[in-house]
């Protein structure tokens, strides 16, 4: 799995907002309020430049506020990415690597800040309603500062449920996520957001 792709990965991990209010900037920034933690599992395809796609993966995730998530891909490759609000670790089976950093640095101006505390949205970035599109209503957010990953993120409600997000990223690749089976405010295990390196990974700090 390329740098590229993996840093992407980090960048979706806490984009993931679902709430009933009248449209989209309100359901995110009551979501910020409200959901305290979130489950579920999810479809990513990845596009490249000339939308040719470049990846079909899926997987699991866990949420839990604020900046604890657990984002596990089974398929095509193993890797797991876990925060535990203030590092993050991801793990590649097969390269037997883990990459560790801090929350800050992992996260920035990324989708994955859209979680953090309905104080700090507005602060971070810009928010638009864009009206529906295929059954569903959407919210753009475009990062106000120039160090993000992203040019921008698009989620996808229905009723009040987020079912799709859709990102373009600095590299001119553009993921698609669909999500399923999402259970809010349910408690988690505190041990899915902890993390210790397997035994003979080697481990890259990025600190």
Sequence with gaps: MSKTFSATLVALTLALPSCAMADAIQRLHDFA???KTLQ????????????????DASGEFYFSRPGKFRWVYSKPYEQLIVGDGKK???????????TEKKMDQAI????????????????FFNLKDIGQNNGLEWLEATP????????????????????????????????LLKFSALKENDQLKPELFS????KGADVLNGL
């Design 88 to 98: 993050v670790w991801i793990y590649d089976a097969d390269l037997a690597q883990v």
């Design 195 to 198: 993390f210790t390196p397997p």
């Design 40 to 55: 579920g599992t999810f479809n990513q395809v990845v596009y490249d430049r000339k939308n040719q796609k470049t990846q």
């Design 108 to 123: 920035g101006e990324s989708p994955a800040a859209l979680l953090a505390g309905s104080s700090e949205i507005d602060n």
């Design 33 to 35: 309020k409200q959901t």
């Design 144 to 175: 106000k500062g120039k160090d993000g990953t992203f040019a921008w993120v698009r989620l996808g409600f229905k009723g009040s449920t987020v079912l799709s997000m859709e990102l373009k990223d600095n590299f001119g690749q553009t993921t």
